[in-house]
């Protein structure tokens, strides 16, 4: 075997794939984003797998890490949703919740 | 050889935990998982010689946004009588999740890449330059989106208080 950029987009794939399913079979609202982080990081395995392998260049890096950015302030401003969703109405469950006000 | 049986392991600490991360019923379990996971894909990072990125994984996802998701998940305690594990929905994300893997695969094995093995390097120097260069507005769109996350975050999460000329008058009484 020798190591290659299929190699990598196969470990992207299937962490794309984890992630989906998590996004589509949890309940709680913290397990979706963190389907959603999987799939974030699956797609940044592939930006850096394209910038390693197909063309000398960084941009891929650059978009990885503005990627990075992004799943931060997401991150940051979905759990101070699930945090007032959770002070109103004392769940996290997204099925159950549907406005952010009582 | 070598480098297959480091890629073998770091591709597997990447993908196991992730399983857990997606199975799992007690969520903490899921965020120390996750916490794998994300070590893994720095590893998979550092062994494409994105040293910058993986740096940038470690510090980001695991020191804040891992902190955070562990923050939240312990804030949020949820009581087992409520259920948060889905099983009806299993089967449908199953099958949508295998087929869009199917898809992907699929690409990625019917696709003749013409990959460069050029040997890496040091990547940080050039990064910083194009970023001043080439995507310094979307840099700078980054920063703003930052921000307005940041304030977002902290009108989301305040405490609740009717504000008032009478509540702000009590509150002057009440300070000494």
Not at chain 1, 28 to 50: D, K, P, Q, R, Y
Not at chain 1, 61 to 68: E, G, L, P
Not at chain 2, 99 to 111: A, D, E, Q, R, W
Not at chain 2, 145 to 156: D, E, N, R, T, Y
Request: proline share 4%; hydrophobic share 60%.
């Amino acid at each position: 075997m020798n190591v290659g950029l299929p190699h990598f987009l196969t470990v992207g794939a299937i962490l794309f794939a984890l992630g989906l399913f998590a996004v589509m079979s949890r309940r709680n609202a913290i397990g979706i984003l963190m389907g959603v982080e999987l799939m974030l990081n699956a797609s940044n395995i592939n930006f850096v797998a394209f910038s390693r392998y197909v063309e000398h260049a960084v941009d891929g890096q650059i978009m990885a890490a503005f990627v990075i950015v992004l799943a931060a302030a997401e991150a940051a401003v979905a759990l101070a949703i699930v945090l007032a969703m959770y002070r109103n109405f004392g769940t996290a469950n997204a099925d159950v919740v549907q406005s952010l006000k009582r | 050889m070598t480098g297959d049986l480091i890629f073998i392991l770091l591709a597997l600490l990447t993908l196991v935990p992730a399983v857990w991360v997606v199975m799992s019923r007690n969520l903490v379990h899921a965020g120390f998982g996750l916490l794998f996971t994300l070590f893994g894909a720095a590893g998979l990072y550092a062994y494409m010689g994105a040293d910058f990125i993986a740096v940038a994984q470690l510090m980001v996802y695991i020191g804040g946004v891992l902190v955070l998701v562990l923050f939240t998940v312990m804030m949020t305690h949820v009581p087992r009588s409520h259920g948060n594990h889905g099983y009806d929905r299993y089967v449908p994300a199953s099958v949508f999740a295998l087929l869009t893997f199917g898809v992907l695969y699929k690409t990625i094995t019917s696709v003749n890449w013409s990959a460069s093995t050029s040997p890496a390097e040091p990547t940080i120097a050039r990064i910083g330059a194009q970023i001043m260069t080439d995507f310094i507005f979307p840099f700078e769109y980054v920063s703003l989106v930052l921000l307005a996350a940041m304030i977002g975050a902290a009108l989301l999460t305040r405490e609740e208080r009717p504000a008032g000329p009478a509540n702000a008058a009590k509150d002057t009484e009440v300070a000494p």
